[in-house]
């Protein structure tokens, strides 16, 4: 059964607290915790020191990617403390340039393909080279960033066919043209179906959405039908 969760960063912003008061009576068991901003860790930090997050069995949290490029080793040991606790940390490869540090995480690191803005990640060759540089490293697959950068859902198929053993989390939504992220639409459903069935059952689900309370039930199951596996027929 695979969990399905929100990313606080998309209900919320950096608000952990009111994006776990969104959750309230909405039937998630995975959470993802998102600091895209350095100065965000210590607020999360805070968080994490008092917030009961026991109903998840999955929780990962999305590293910064707004730091400097002689701050791989700083923004990694900030990381470390979320690591011990097993969760997983969520990585964008275009902001690194120093692997070492981040080698230290081993299948703690998730690794996340890009969208179109960016220079590496984005297809399953450029994804290629940078496990090259982190072996131990695992993936994160974006789906939405995969059909923003190719509509066709083929570079989407390319990636999973080649990191489907390597594939622990998904992030999924809709990247527009801006990429910038939007709810789960019919249209985008009917596209990530056509690569679903490539991706195991058991892989959670986090939802990039910003979605607003009364609509979080509702891109719940938009969610669970994109990755509906006896739906995949039905994507044509």
Known sequence: MRPFGFSTGALALSDF?????????????????SAL?????PGLLDFVGRADLDRFSHISVHAPTDYGA??????????????EKGWPIVAHPDVI??????????PLLFIENMDKRKPVGRTAEELERIFESLPN???????????QVDTSMTEA?????????????IHISVVNTSSKHDIISFNAAHSFRTVAFLIPRTVPAILETPAKQ?????????????????????AG
């Open 17 to 33: 607290d009111q994006a776990l008061k969104m959750l309230d009576g909405i039937n998630v068991d995975a959470i993802e915790l």
């Open 37 to 41: 901003r350095i100065r965000e860790l």
């Open 70 to 83: 002689d701050q791989d080793a700083v923004v990694a040991e900030k990381l470390a403390f979320f690591a």
């Open 97 to 106: 340039r120093d692997f070492a540090p981040w080698r230290h995480f081993g």
């Open 137 to 147: 490293a695992k993936m994160c697959f974006d789906i939405a960033h995969a059909r």
């Open 157 to 169: 198929y390319r990636i999973v066919k080649a990191f489907r053993g390597m594939i622990e989390q």
């Open 214 to 234: 009364e609509q979080l039930k509702e891109q719940l199951e938009m969610a669970a039908s994109s990755l509906d596996v006896t739906l995949a027929g039905q």
